[in-house]
């Protein structure tokens, strides 16, 4: 048991790291040698370059998310900053290790496929980070800080100090970097929205049947998954009806749909997509459902 849990925390840091490391990469290989314009603490360390150049985006970076730690542990706690430690850390270092050892010679001309690659890879990047129950450090711990305190939700919070970031990175940049950016955010946001969840998906079937008990039998015994019955009436008529509710991969549901045929042809049903399923056969281990015939 110990040995199962050391390997899953194993994995989990590999994971984080290699999603910090795609994270320092989407900065380093996209957005400085291209002068793309972006948000988070890249977007003000890369501000304030304009200002003090001689200060590497990697220091800075390193300088603010330890800042951070510190703030977060005095306001969000000790198992907070676990979380966080390795990501916030990592992350300058990878940074501070690709400016040495990277050219800093674009890896493509064309600031749109620079906009959209780097987007790509910040979004999935931090999209795995999260998925681990993991934080990148940085904006963050204030933005969580701030919506411990006032309740504004934390996804309005990162799209307001994003937004102010790009918007003072005007005063440096023309519009169409400042255009480029908001692009890059955009991406960004799309990639992370679907790393979140993928994988999770799953498929939720309704069905209204007068034979709902060999349907019910049928999704325990053939398809091996659970059900749910809820007890109502048809809005017609005014009869009574069970609906049987149950949830399956979408693999399943060929299968689930040749059961109704065979059983009750007239069977309404509707398919719906869901983002993510938590309980046992899912997320906790399973045991079988199928009953002794």
Same mark, same amino acid.
């Given at each position: 048991?110990?040995?199962?849990?050391?390997?899953? $925390?194993?994995?989990?840091?590999? /994971?984080?790291?290699?999603?910090?490391?795609?994270?320092?990469? %989407?900065?380093?290989?996209?957005?400085?040698?291209?002068?793309?314009?972006?948000?988070?603490?890249?977007?003000?360390?890369?501000?304030?370059?304009?200002?003090?150049?001689?200060?590497?985006?990697?220091?800075?970076?390193?300088?603010?998310?330890? @800042?951070?730690?510190?703030?977060?542990?005095?306001?969000?706690?000790?198992?907070?900053? &676990?979380?966080?430690?390795?990501?916030?850390?990592?992350?300058?270092?990878?940074?501070?290790?690709?400016?040495?050892?990277?050219?800093? *010679?674009?890896?493509?001309?064309?600031?749109?496929?620079?906009?959209?690659? %780097?987007?790509?890879?910040?979004? &999935?990047?931090?999209?795995?980070?999260?998925?681990?129950? @993991?934080?990148?450090?940085?904006? *963050? /711990?204030?933005?969580?800080?701030?919506?411990?305190?006032?309740?504004?939700?934390?996804? &309005?919070?990162?799209? @307001?100090?994003?937004?102010?970031?790009? %918007?003072?990175?005007?005063?440096? $940049?023309?519009?169409?970097?400042?255009?480029?950016?908001?692009?890059?955010?955009?991406?960004?946001?799309?990639?992370?929205?679907?790393?979140?969840?993928?994988? $999770?998906?799953?498929?939720?079937?309704?069905?209204?049947? *007068?034979?709902?008990?060999?349907?019910? +039998?049928?999704?325990?015994?053939?398809? *091996?998954?659970?059900?749910?019955?809820?007890?109502?009436?048809?809005?017609?008529?005014?009869?009574?009806?069970?609906?049987?509710?149950?949830?399956?991969?979408?693999?399943?549901?060929?299968?689930?749909? @040749?059961?109704?045929?065979? /059983?009750?042809?007239?069977?309404? /049903?509707?398919?719906?997509?869901? $983002?993510?399923? +938590?309980?046992?056969?899912?997320?906790?281990?399973?045991?079988?459902? +199928?009953?002794?015939?």
């Amino acid at each position: 048991m110990k040995a199962k849990k050391l390997m899953k $925390n194993v994995k989990s840091i590999l /994971i984080i790291l290699l999603g910090t490391l795609g994270m320092a990469g %989407a900065v380093e290989f996209f957005i400085v040698p291209n002068r793309l314009v972006t948000g988070g603490v890249a977007g003000l360390g890369i501000f304030l370059q304009y200002f003090f150049p001689e200060i590497p985006l990697s220091l800075f970076t390193f300088i603010f998310n330890v @800042a951070m730690l510190a703030l977060g542990l005095a306001f969000l706690g000790k198992r907070f900053i &676990v979380t966080t430690l390795i990501s916030s850390l990592v992350y300058p270092l990878a940074m501070a290790c690709f400016e040495f050892f990277y050219s800093g *010679d674009p890896l493509t001309q064309d600031p749109l496929l620079a906009a959209v690659a %780097a987007g790509v890879l910040l979004g &999935v990047s931090l999209g795995v980070v999260i998925r681990e129950g @993991a934080s990148t450090g940085g904006f *963050d /711990i204030p933005e969580l800080i701030v919506h411990k305190y006032t309740g504004i939700p934390v996804s &309005v919070l990162i799209y @307001a100090v994003d937004f102010v970031i790009i %918007a003072l990175q005007l005063l440096s $940049n023309s519009t169409e970097a400042v255009l480029y950016g908001i692009l890059l955010t955009l991406v960004c946001s799309v990639a992370l929205n679907k790393v979140m969840v993928v994988g $999770n998906k799953k498929t939720q079937l309704k069905i209204v049947s *007068d034979r709902s008990e060999e349907i019910r +039998r049928a999704i325990l015994q053939d398809i *091996d998954r659970g059900v749910t019955i809820l007890y109502g009436e048809t809005g017609y008529l005014g009869k009574p009806a069970k609906m049987l509710v149950t949830v399956m991969s979408p693999r399943e549901v060929p299968q689930m749909r @040749a059961l109704l045929e065979k /059983i009750d042809p007239y069977a309404f /049903i509707t398919i719906e997509e869901v $983002n993510e399923v +938590r309980g046992r056969g899912f997320t906790l281990e399973r045991d079988s459902l +199928r009953e002794e015939k």
